[in-house]
Each structure stands twice: as C-alpha cells, then as structure tokens.
C-alpha cells in the first residue's frame, strides 16, 4: 500500500463547477500536509498547507481528518487556469525524507 | 516566478558524454533538493544538503554526483547515464532541511539521455 494515496483522475469539471479532491495517508505519525500544484511539463508549487482546523485560500479549501487519516482539497467555481495536477503530500517530523508525495490527481476544467 | 532558478532547461546528452545541471536560490535558504520526476509520477527524493553538507543520498547510482559550493549553488554532475534516467530534475530550496519546512522548487532541467 501506498504511504499517501490519491485519485489519480482525470477530473473533468464544467467551468464554474466545485470539485473535490481526497487523500489518504498511512502512516499514523505523519504531521504536516500540503497540496502542490503542478502545470504540464511545470515544477511542483505549492497551492497550500493543510492545517487541522481546516483552512481556506479564496476558492481553494482545504480539511485534515487525522482520525480518519485523509485530506481534502475543495475547488469552488472552478476556472480554466485551475487546470492541473495537484499533489498531496504528507510528512513527518524529522528529516526531509519523511516527506512524501502522493502520485497526483489531474484536473481538467472544460469551457 | 520561481525563486529557485535551474539551468539548463533542456539538456541532451549521450551515455558517454559528462554534463552538469545547476541550481541557484536567494532566499537564504540551507537547505537544498535534487528531486527526479518521470512522467505521471510524483518526484522522487535524490540528495539533501544541510548547511553545504550532504545530508541524504537515497542510494542514488554513482552516475549522478552532487555537489554544493556554497550556500546559494547546487550542481548534479553526470557521467555516463542510461536511457532510463531521462526525466524532469528538480532542485528545490527550504528553510532549513526538516519534513515540516515548505519545499519550492525550481521550474527543472528536462533530460534526455540517447
């Protein structure tokens, strides 16, 4: 089993939907979570933390169920430009190689 | 705009032939990345360096070989590569080396071995 889990998609939205994106993690210790975003042949960049009382960016939503091991990544009126990869990823204290990413879910927002 | 910038953007090279990618950041950060990422697949951890020393190698082949000269520079020099090392490689840059610290990366040096 993976240590972080993902649906790897492809989403396909109609512009002005909301879609939501779930993770799963295995590991018990892991501490901190962040969603990555990355364009097409693009680097990874960070979208946002996830914190555990949950946080928002604009249209961008983010949830930790440390219970139930997932988080979540909501997208509301969701744009063309939103279009992407986004990455889960999971860490746990200590050194970087604690940190791992999730293989990614695609997103394709449609006109 | 990235604030970790990688050059070259695109390199080809033959198995035989010695090259080097290089990655460059302002932000005072002290610690630095080399990620490798194939297609469809999430980056994969190469090297950390803590302070301008190697902290991790992941078992990483004696092909590749990093070097740090100093805080700001990362290099990855490479000899005698395979096919299958081809992929999108990504420098990043955090705070400090820590699992919690946030990771930007670099927009990444396309390979193509031949």
């Known amino acids: 089993r993976k240590e972080v889990e993902q649906d790897p998609g492809p989403f396909n939205v109609p512009e002005g939907a909301t879609v939501a994106f779930n993770c799963t993690y295995s590991n018990s210790a892991s501490q901190s979570f962040f969603w990555y975003r990355q364009d097409c042949r693009k680097e990874p960049k960070l979208l946002m933390s996830?914190?555990?009382s949950g946080n928002e960016d604009g249209r961008f939503t983010a949830q930790l169920n440390r219970a139930s091991q997932y988080i979540s990544l909501l997208i509301r009126d969701s744009k063309l430009s939103d279009s992407a990869t986004y990455l889960c990823?999971?860490?746990?204290?200590?050194?970087?190689?604690?940190?791992?990413f999730g293989s990614g879910t695609q997103l394709t927002v449609l006109p | 705009d990235t604030e970790v910038t990688q050059t070259p953007k695109h390199l080809v090279m033959g198995m035989t032939n010695k090259k080097s990618l290089k990655c460059e950041q302002h932000m005072g950060h002290r610690a630095m990345y080399w990620y490798k990422q194939k297609a469809k697949k999430p980056p994969e951890l190469m090297f950390v360096?803590?302070?301008?020393?190697?902290?991790i190698n992941e078992s990483v082949p004696s092909r590749f070989s990093p070097e740090c000269p100093n805080s700001s520079l990362l290099n990855l020099h490479l000899h005698a590569l395979q096919p299958e090392d081809s992929a999108l490689y990504l420098c990043?840059?955090?705070?400090?080396?820590?699992?919690?610290?946030?990771?930007?990366f670099g927009e990444g040096s396309w390979l193509t071995v031949v």
């Open positions: 996830v914190y555990s």
């Open positions: 360096y803590s302070y301008e020393k190697l902290s």
């Open positions: 990043a840059s955090s705070q400090v080396e820590g699992a919690g610290n946030t990771i930007y």
């Open positions: 990823v999971a860490s746990r204290s200590g050194s970087a190689r604690q940190l791992t």
